[in-house]
């Protein structure tokens, strides 16, 4: 099995884990989710297997959550997935699945968990922030 990242190639932190996987000797299978859209099965399973729910993968900031009412503390997980095969944008990101699990991986470093070998070193975030040493080491 290969890793899938399900990518926004505008979100910063998506752009540092897909970096990272690349970095680690990974080919992953990119799937930009904003353009292929979501089905409600495929959301289900990947928040199964993430340990999330519907209202824990809502995306609340930069994303039509609000005005769509979904922010309200009685919406249902069923109300939520229906926004969110329609609008696609409101599936919080990167979502990465590997032979080691499957998982939203934010702060990005998270991904590091899913890799097969760390990406040699040093590696840092596009802000700068040190993920991985000079001497190939996790640094936080």
């Not at 540092?16 to 990974?26: K, R």
């Not at 009685?74 to 990101?93: C, F, G, K, T, Y």
Request: aromatic share 2%; glycine share 6%; proline share 9%.
């Amino acid at each position: 099995m290969s890793i899938v990242i399900h990518h926004n190639p505008d979100c910063g932190t998506s752009r540092n884990v897909l970096a990272m996987i690349t970095a680690s000797g990974d080919t992953p299978i990119i799937i930009e989710y904003l353009k292929t859209g979501w089905t409600k099965p495929q959301l289900i399973a990947l928040f199964a297997a993430a340990n999330l729910t519907p209202h824990s993968a809502l995306r609340t900031t930069k994303s039509p959550a609000d005005e769509l009412g979904l922010l309200a503390p009685d919406i249902s997980s069923e109300a939520i997935l229906d926004a969110m095969v329609e609008h696609p944008i409101l599936v919080n990101r990167p979502i990465v699945s590997s032979p080691k699990g499957v998982r939203l991986c934010r702060p990005s470093e998270a991904v590091l968990d899913l890799l097969n070998k760390l990406p040699p070193g040093p590696m840092a975030k596009e802000d700068g922030t040190l993920l991985i040493d000079a001497q190939g080491n996790r640094v936080g």
